[in-house]
């Protein structure tokens, strides 16, 4: 129960996601770009969601242009 209570207490004190995210953007590099600049949805790499920050996103986005 301690356990339990410990992670719901973590929980509450995580913010809540904005309504409009796009996990897209997790599994490919440029199909969901139009998600996040057009349409605005948040992108579910970055923080709080995600792991990145917008610099590494930014370098992750630039090497679209490399591949191609």
């Known amino acids: ?3 339990l209570q410990a992670r719901l207490s973590d929980d509450l004190k995580t913010p809540t996601p904005p309504d409009k995210v796009c996990v897209g953007t997790l599994l490919s590099r440029e199909q969901y770009l139009s998600d996040i600049d057009a349409w605005q949805y948040q992108d579910a790499r970055l923080s709080p969601l995600g792991k990145m920050s917008p610099q590494e996103t930014e370098q992750w986005t630039e090497a ?5």
Do not use: A, T
């Not at 679209?64 to 191609?68: G, M, T």
């Open 64 to 68: 679209i242009k490399k591949s191609h």
């Open 1 to 3: 129960m301690e356990d």
